[in-house]
């Protein structure tokens, strides 16, 4: 049984790495965001009531995300253990967390911390594109087009992401240095915190993190 956290700045490659650990050890993935993409796709009220947060890259309110975490762990099942991703991004969130947790008798296995410099995420976030037509993504530098600013699939047009513009990653990343980064103190002191390179390739710094849990 594993219960993990990962937690990591917009763009910090959590995504990519989390896709991966819940494959090894066939976790159930909690991922508030994927949570609200759902609900406002199905214009429910929830989803109704957080676009106006998630459309701008703002945190919806503590309560109502603490409200969905809770139903979410008293109904799911996660034989294998889960992986909550996306949440908790404040502190008062890991409070009601550790409650919801008592109160099911579970402990968290270990918080994994994915570390990138703010230069380094920019500078990837920069160079992402995705194709108009057929969504397919690359990078400038790390995976370009064979015709710049062309698909390879479809020919289609590639543009810049409304949450990739300059703009958008900024204000994540204040949100995160002021709500979220004091979540790293919370989780060190309480002896759970495993903070990894997150500027190695994807590769490495996956068998880092398994290498890692092996050990718990
Ligand atoms: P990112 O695109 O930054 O990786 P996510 O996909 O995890 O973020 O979440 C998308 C959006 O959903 C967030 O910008 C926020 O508006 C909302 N959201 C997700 N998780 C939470 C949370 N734990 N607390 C508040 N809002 C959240
Ligand atoms: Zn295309």
């Known amino acids: 049984m594993l219960n993990l956290l990962i937690l990591g700045k917009p763009g910090a490659g959590k995504g990519t790495q989390a896709a ?17 993409r759902e609900e406002i796709a199905n214009k429910t009220p ?50 009601a967390l550790d409650h919801v947790l008592a109160g099911l008798k579970i402990s968290l296995t270990a918080v994994i911390n994915i570390d990138v410099s703010d230069d380094v995420l920019l ?50 990343l204040s949100i995160y240095n002021e709500k979220t980064k004091p979540l790293l103190d919370y989780y060190e002191e309480k002896g759970l915190l495993m903070t990894f390179d997150g500027e190695l390739s994807a590769g490495t710094l996956y068998k880092h993190i398994i290498q890692h849990l092996e050990g718990k």
Do not use: W
């Open 20 to 36: 991966k650990l819940l494959k090894h050890y066939h976790l159930t993935h909690i991922s508030t965001g994927d949570i609200y």
């Open 46 to 95: 929830i989803g109704i009531m957080a676009s106006q947060y998630v459309q701008k890259g703002f945190l919806v309110p503590d309560d109502i995300t603490n409200d969905i975490v809770e139903k979410v762990l008293h109904e799911k099942e996660y034989p294998h253990g889960f992986m909550l991703d996306g949440y908790p991004r404040t502190r008062s969130q890991a409070e």
């Open 123 to 172: 500078r990837r976030m920069a160079g992402r594109r995705v194709c108009s037509n057929c969504q397919e993504t690359y990078h400038i530098d790390y995976h370009p087009p064979m015709t710049p600013g062309i698909c390879d699939v479809c020919g289609g047009k590639l543009i810049q992401r409304e949450d990739d513009l300059e703009s958008s990653v900024l204000n994540r």
